[in-house]
């Protein structure tokens, strides 16, 4: 899981209305245009759904029980929209083991502003568990 969310936090509101402000007055509508076919409609989508107040409710923590394969997560320290609370739900709900990456200087997408750490904080978290505990035995190389 890369910057999960299981709760919503004010830290998340405030962002969240920050974001659309800056949609509204800087060039993010354009940048985020290439990811999107239909560009308002996702922002507006996620951004209103944030901000609706019934939605300060929104809390999905009670489901991480049903995981039962170990988890890795990896959040930004610097994550503009969660902080490690949402890691210590995780911790706290879930009955696998989990694995916790905090990448340091980079905010709620580590994948983009920090891809090296991010790629490799996956690949041994892999490693460890495809390989090193499940082993290779009787499988084809």
């Known amino acids: 899981m890369i910057a999960p969310k299981f709760i919503v936090e004010d830290v998340s509101v405030r962002s ?20 999107h076919s239909d560009v308002d409609n996702a922002f507006y989508g996620w951004n209103r759904a944030w901000l609706d107040p019934e939605f300060r409710a929104w809390d999905i923590s009670e489901y991480l029980a049903y995981i039962r394969v170990p988890v890795a ?23 696998c083991p ?28 892999a490693e460890r568990i495809l ?6 035995k009787g499988r084809a190389p």
């Open 16 to 35: 969240i209305a920050e974001i659309k402000q800056a949609y509204e007055t800087t060039e993010l509508r354009s940048k985020l245009k290439r990811w």
């Open 73 to 95: 997560i990896l959040q930004g320290a610097d994550d503009q929209y969660g902080t490690i609370r949402q890691i210590e739900i995780a911790q706290q709900e879930c009955y």
């Open 98 to 125: 989990v694995d916790v990456t905090i990448i340091p200087r980079a905010g709620h997408s580590p994948h983009r502003e920090a891809p090296e750490v991010t790629l490799h904080a996956i690949s041994e978290f």
């Open 131 to 136: 390989v090193t505990h499940e082993g290779s």
